[in-house]
């Protein structure tokens, strides 16, 4: 599974979506420690805190098929019709601490086709851990 293929999963799962009150759609796609890939989209609620980000979906669907760590993970997202370099939110960041290494891949590709890719502790630096 090569980054592009993976960021392709999560690009193709972004379109499913539920995201009437942001118009933001994100999808997200881990490629797990057993080689398997799991994805997640947002999915919006009227009561406007009960959303989940794409992240926390992919994350449970890992969990669920098996998976126990994040060797990598693609995320897409942007306005409607539009795609952008998106970082994790700053909830996504402790949900992936959870599972991640330190050599566990965050990786997001901007609009000129750049790649960035970070790890964890780049993006949650001190972060809290029991
Ligand atoms: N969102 C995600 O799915 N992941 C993130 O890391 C950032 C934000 C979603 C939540 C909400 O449905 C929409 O994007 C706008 O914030």
């Not at 799962?13 to 759609?25: G, L």
């Not at 330190?102 to 630096?125: E, F, M, Q, S």
Request: glycine share 10%; proline share 3%; hydrophobic share 35%.
């Amino acid at each position: 599974m090569t980054d592009d293929e993976l960021l392709e999963r999560a690009r193709s799962v972004r379109e499913k979506a539920y995201c009437p009150y942001s118009n933001f759609r994100v999808g997200a796609a881990i490629l797990d420690e057993n080689g398997d890939v799991h994805v997640g989209c947002n999915v919006e609620n009227a009561a406007y805190p009960q959303g989940s980000c794409a992240e926390v979906g992919a994350i449970a669907a890992m969990l669920a098929a098996g998976g126990k760590r994040i060797v990598t993970i693609a995320i897409a997202g942007g306005d409607e019709g539009q795609t952008r370099a998106c970082t994790p939110c700053g909830g996504c960041r402790q949900h992936i601490h959870e599972f991640a290494d330190d050599d566990t891949r965050i990786i997001v590709k901007d609009d000129d086709g750049k790649w960035h890719t970070y790890t964890i502790a780049d993006l949650l630096p001190s972060s809290f851990h029991l």
